[in-house]
Nanobody, 104 residues
Framework: VQLQASGGGLVQAGGSLRLSCVSS????????MAWYRQAPGTARELVAG?????RFTFSRDNSKNTVYLQMNDLTPKDTAVYYC?????????WGEGTQVTVSS
């Protein structure tokens, strides 16, 4: 499975971005997909939980083999490299990261 992420960039605090991740395999056949992020000097973390609740939305369009991460009300704490992830038949796959930078 190859994953190609895009959509990162520089945005002001309070702004929005939508990340896209296109899969080489039909996403309907992939067990699990998610987004991770890694800020400088920190461990890679799953994009989920209280830190993004109510602001970020994960979605999947199987007709396009694409998953999305809609990010609203961005803050400087969201600055990180964002990675698309897939787990399929016991194997982990990572896309190249896309940089998201939020200025204050």
């Amino acid at each position: 499975v190859q994953l190609q992420a895009s959509g990162g960039g520089l945005v002001q605090a309070g702004g929005s971005l939508r990340l896209s991740c296109v899969s080489s395999k039909n996403t309907v056949d992939i067990n699990y997909m998610a987004w991770y992020r890694q800020a400088p000097g920190t461990a890679r973390e799953l994009v989920a939980g209280d830190a993004v609740k109510g602001r970020f939305t994960f979605s999947r369009d199987n007709s396009k083999n694409t998953v999305y991460l809609q990010m609203n009300d961005l803050t400087p704490k969201d600055t990180a490299v964002y990675y698309c992830y897939a787990r399929d038949r016991g194997t982990d796959y990572w896309g190249e990261g896309t940089q998201v930078t939020v200025s204050s």
